[in-house]
């Protein structure tokens, strides 16, 4: 065996082997679609809906004058903290 013959066969396993993989990753995806589908239809997930309507309101914004100092001292807060619990 030349060693041109070698590196054509492994060229194809390769492309063989990568090929089953994506084709593998292709039919996951799909079956996960249709049971995110099939859960949905049936009502399963009613507590994931709930969960998205009681969720937590947004952070309040922060005007941008007061932004960089805010940031500085939660950074120097959170600095200081962790000096005390890691010493």
């Known amino acids: 065996m030349t060693i041109a013959v070698m590196l054509e066969q492994s060229g194809v396993l390769t492309l063989l082997g990568m090929g089953i993989v994506f084709g593998f990753l292709v039919i996951m995806i799909i079956c996960i679609t249709l049971l995110g589908k099939v859960i949905h ?5 009613k507590d994931v809906q709930q969960a998205a309507v009681t969720a937590a309101p947004a952070a309040p914004v922060i005007s941008s004058s007061g932004t960089d100092a805010v940031i500085t001292a939660v950074i120097a807060a959170a600095v200081t903290e962790y000096r005390k619990t890691n010493s």
Do not use: E, H, I
């Open 41 to 45: 239809a049936l009502g399963w997930d």
